[in-house]
């Protein structure tokens, strides 16, 4: 079947392993576990923050420009 012929479905599916493996090659994830009661200024913080990624990583680039 020709690449135009596809269906929705084997597009998505094309798509998906596509993303896949670029994660795979380029990304690695951190996960973080934080507790309802003795972390709840964090949560309440990262709660009100839009953009949870791009605080936090703002965060760690700023500790390490203090400590260069």
Request: proline share 0%; charged share 45%; no cysteine.
């Amino acid at each position: 079947m020709a690449r135009n012929e596809e269906t929705q479905e084997e597009k998505r599916a094309r798509r998906a392993e596509q993303q896949a493996k670029y994660d795979r090659k380029n990304t690695r994830q951190v996960v973080l576990k934080l507790n309802r009661g003795t972390d709840a200024d964090i949560l309440g913080r990262l709660d009100a923050t839009d953009n949870k990624q791009g605080y936090i990583k703002r965060l760690i680039r700023e500790d390490i420009a203090r400590g260069k």
